[in-house]
């Protein structure tokens, strides 16, 4: 997955949360919540059975 290059995707771990970091916790578990990509500017095409991004 690290190895995968696209411009809308990052994976990383150069940031690390502790359990004492409340601050740190929060904004993690707001971008767990959130959805990567917006179902309404998908595109899906029946006949190839393809979904692309924005």
Avoid: I, Q
């Avoid at 578990?29 to 393809?50: F, I």
Wanted: include cysteine.
């Amino acid at each position: 997955m690290l190895g995968w290059r696209h411009p809308w995707f990052s994976a990383h771990n150069d940031v690390k949360v502790t359990a004492e970091d409340a601050g740190g916790r929060k904004k993690l578990a707001g971008c767990m919540l959130r959805a990567p990509v917006s179902l309404e500017k998908m595109t899906y095409d029946a006949a190839k059975l393809l979904a692309t991004p924005p």
